[in-house]
Structure formats: C-alpha cells, structure tokens
C-alpha cells in the first residue's frame, strides 16, 4: 500500500498525455480508461461527467489509492449497519489530494462541477474481479463484474446477482456460494 501511495503522489502526467488519455463518457458517472492490469496492480484514469457522483461501492477486497488530477471531488464513506446504508463521512478534494482505501471500504467520488472537469487516478493491489455497488433508487445490494464501474449497470451482463436492502459486502458474498446470489440475478 505504501509503495502504491507513494507513486499515486510522484506521477506527474504531462497535459499532451492526460488530454489524450481522457475518455469522458456524458451517459455515466465517469468514463474509464484501464491502462494496466497485472496479477499484482491495476490502474485506471477516470474522467468525470461534471456535477455526477457514482453509485457507493467498495472494491471487490481490493485496497488502493486514488489521486485527483484535475477538478475538485467530494468523497464519501458509507458503512452498513442494521440494514441501512449511513454516510458516515464526507470530504472535498483538490487537485493533488491523494486518498488511501482499505479492502473493506464503501464509498462513492464526484465531481463539485467547478472550473475543471474532475479527472481521477485510480490505482488499485490487484485486479477487482467483482465490485458490491448499492442501487439507492432501489434500495438494493448488486454483486456486479469489476469491469462494469461503479454505477447500476444497464447491461444484464455485468450483474452477477443482486440482494433486496442494504448487506455489507462480507454478508453478500457469505449467502453466495460460487458467487451466485439468492433472488433474482
């Protein structure tokens, strides 16, 4: 973890590359661009729809860091207790700010919609073969595919089950043997 934070504050992306490197994507919260997916590190470059915040989520066990690059984000933490998904603390980002994740953390970024597009990287120990992202219009727990993005997908592929409520991700996928959910998926 020490080692991802400490590259996450030493990169300095010129603007030529950052420029050709962003993939804004107006349907989403963000548009993804993965750059490196190793057995030991994945890294991916989002860039924000201004004013849009993704779905709280967590990081299918996976620990990481994410670095603003441009823009300002608000950050979020949630935990699952009785049923109920709580906010339970909220921070605004600038440019340069460097945020560190554990294994275990549900959370959501946006963009505040200032002067600049808010544009993120994200470096992650391992790849996320799966992802537990909460549908709040819904009041659902979804176990999606940890390449769909932090947001309700719209491709019935990319869910892998669902569960009414709200679960911690530890409870998901203990009632998922083979990562099959009960109830409709």
Do not use: K
């Not at 990169?11 to 993804?32: F, H, Q």
């Not at 750059?35 to 066990?61: I, K, N, Q």
């Amino acid at each position: 973890m020490a080692v991802i934070l400490r590259a996450l504050r030493e990169v300095s992306p010129c603007d030529a590359e950052l420029r050709a490197a962003l993939r804004p994507d107006p349907g989403r919260p963000y548009g993804r661009l993965v750059f490196l997916g190793t057995a030991a590190v994945e890294g991916m470059l989002a860039t924000w729809t201004p004013g849009a915040s993704c779905a709280p989520h967590d990081h299918g066990g996976s620990s990481g860091g994410v670095r603003v690059l441009r823009g300002v984000a608000v950050h979020r933490v949630y935990q699952v207790t009785g049923g109920a998904l709580s906010l339970v603390a909220e921070e605004r980002c600038a440019a340069g700010a460097v945020l560190a994740f554990g294994a275990g953390l549900i959370h959501s970024m946006g963009d505040l919609g200032g002067d600049e597009p808010l544009v993120t990287l994200h470096v992650y120990a391992g790849p996320i073969p799966h992802m537990v992202v909460y549908d709040l219009a819904r009041r659902e727990t979804l176990l999606v595919d940890g390449g769909c993005g932090a947001w309700v997908p719209d491709d019935p592929n990319q869910l892998l089950g669902r569960r009414a409520g709200f679960v911690s991700p530890c409870a998901l996928l203990a009632s998922a043997p083979g990562l099959g959910l009960d109830g409709e998926a």
